[in-house]
T-cell receptor, first 116, second 113 residues
Framework: GAVVSQHPSWVICKSGTSVKIECRSL??????MFWYRQFPKQSLMLMAT?????????EQGVEKDKFLINHASLTLSTLTVTSAHPEDSSFYIC????????????FGQGTRLTVV | QKEVEQDPGPLSVPEGAIVSLNCTYS??????FMWYRQYSRKGPELLMY????GNKEDGRFTAQVDKSSKYISLFIRDSQPSDSATYLC?????????????FGTGTRLTIIP
């Protein structure tokens, strides 16, 4: 299957600082990437859909100004958690499809964010 | 009511047993059905996907979809300790522009050696 790489795997930051998470498609070009958040023992919740060259589409209840998404190239999307607070601590996962409309979505390994 | 319901478990079975994992859903627009395996602190890994109703087999894994009942299943034969993980069902509608996946909560499975 296609490979999606996410970096970093884990990060600890101080409250009030910003953290950037990268999601790369290594062997294919992804016009669309998806960002999810997962709390312990809960399912993946879609935060936003990232489209190359245009603004991201955010799900209801997700703060655009807090979770900044940039999809500057066909192989890279970034999620920046701004002014992080302890309640933002979670597991963030990105995914991508090899082409628009493809059934399979491939996931990155996830980033565990801990805000102290 | 959630769009996708999945028993969170935990489910423990002895090695070699047949495992049955299930999800129900309420949205009749769902056309594609997927099963993901997620190890602790890792991203989900796609196991199988099925379009519409029917069965699909891949090695020890069999996926079944019954759209009339809005019920999907994943069977694991000859279960191994390495199958211990959380299994997530996911589904989406058909057509372009309808790529949002809706996930179940996941079932935590433990295979006991």
């Amino acid at each position: 299957g296609a490979v999606v790489s996410q970096h970093p795997s884990w990060v600890i930051c101080k409250s009030g600082t910003s953290v950037k998470i990268e999601c790369r498609s290594l062997d294919f070009q992804a016009t669309t990437m998806f960002w999810y958040r997962q709390f312990p023992k809960q399912s993946l919740m879609l935060m936003a859909t990232s489209n190359e060259g245009s603004k991201a589409t955010y799900e209801q209840g997700v703060e655009k100004d807090k979770f900044l998404i940039n999809h500057a190239s066909l192989t890279l999307s970034t999620l920046t958690v701004t002014s992080a607070h302890p309640e933002d601590s979670s597991f963030y996962i990105c995914s991508a499809r090899v082409r628009t409309g493809a059934t399979e979505a491939f996931f990155g390994q996830g980033t565990r964010l801990t805000v102290v | 009511q959630k769009e996708v319901e999945q028993d969170p478990g935990p489910l423990s079975v002895p090695e070699g047993a047949i495992v049955s994992l299930n999800c129900t859903y309420s949205n009749s627009a769902f056309q594609y059905f997927m099963w993901y395996r997620q190890y602790s602190r890792k991203g989900p890994e796609l196991l199988m996907y099925t379009y519409s109703s029917g069965n699909k087999e891949d090695g020890r894994f069999t996926a079944q979809v019954d759209k009339s009942s809005k019920y999907i299943s994943l069977f694991i034969r000859d279960s191994q300790p390495s199958d211990s993980a959380t299994y997530l069902c996911a589904m989406r509608g058909g057509g372009f522009g309808n790529e949002k996946l809706t996930f179940g909560t996941g079932t935590r499975l433990t295979i006991i050696p």
